[in-house]
């Protein structure tokens, strides 16, 4: 079936270094992506999203590129900080106006002092 | 958490019990979803409503009821609680069909 995964589960970072965590879908039919952070303990928080009409979203720190050709998704952090610490997950939605978000099982960033 | 609260945020009870989780938004969105999230499964739609009385199933409702009668609450009901319904619910809401889902601080359920 139709799925959205995750290359690696434990990504370890040094403090200050840029982070790329990377997602693949499989259905190209899906044409809004999202990323959200949860730390432990609380829900699912939004980082940023992208849609597929698009293939690079800058915000705050961080980057969102979207290569449809490979149905790859890739979050970028600049200089990632202790506070980034937190498992990611990206997300799709199907296009013709769905509204089901599909969720891959996330990565877990740690950030090394 | 955009205005989003769940209850109870922690909940213990026993196999065969009726539990019923509640979510309850100040934003007057349209939609509203219930999650469950395990390892290794990430997070699985229960249910959804798109609207006052609207409701739909996800890809796990099986053992699970819901109810929106407001458009700010939206009730998940477990009639009968087994233990393989431990887990973690979230709620979240959104806007728009299309839209970024936001999501509540959770309600950890563990069923003895």
């Known amino acids: 079936g139709e799925s959205v995964g995750l290359h690696l589960p434990t990504l370890s970072v040094q403090e200050g270094d840029n982070s790329i965590i990377n997602c693949a879908y499989s259905?190209?039919?899906?044409?809004?992506f999202i990323w959200y952070k949860q730390e432990s303990g609380k829900g699912p928080q939004f980082i940023i999203d992208?849609?597929?009409?698009?293939d690079k979203r800058q915000g705050q720190r961080v980057t969102v590129l979207l290569n449809k050709t490979v149905k790859h998704l890739s979050l970028q952090i600049a200089a990632t900080q202790p506070g980034d610490s937190a498992v990611y997950f990206c997300?799709?939605?199907?296009?013709?106006?769905?509204?089901?978000?599909?969720f891959g099982t996330g990565t877990q960033l740690k950030v090394e002092l | 958490d955009a205005g989003i609260t769940q209850s109870p945020r922690h909940k213990v009870t026993e196999t065969g019990t009726p539990v019923t989780l509640r979510c309850h938004q100040t934003?007057?969105?349209?939609?509203m979803y219930w999650y469950r999230q395990d390892p290794g499964h990430g997070l699985r739609l229960i249910h959804y409503?798109?609207?006052?009385?609207?409701?739909d199933k996800g890809e796990v409702s099986d053992g699970y009821s819901v109810s929106r009668s407001k458009t700010e609450d939206f009730l998940l009901t477990l009639e009968s609680a087994t233990s393989s319904q431990t887990s973690v619910y979230f709620c979240?809401?959104?806007?728009?069909?299309?839209?970024?889902?936001?999501f509540g601080p959770g309600t950890r359920l563990t069923v003895l």
């Open positions: 997300a799709e939605i199907l296009g013709g106006g769905g509204n089901k978000l599909t």
């Open positions: 259905n190209s039919a899906s044409d809004y």
């Open positions: 992208i849609r597929s009409n698009m």
């Open positions: 934003e007057n969105h349209r939609y």
């Open positions: 409503s798109y609207g006052v009385k609207d409701t």
């Open positions: 979240a809401i959104t806007g728009g069909k299309a839209d970024t889902q936001y």
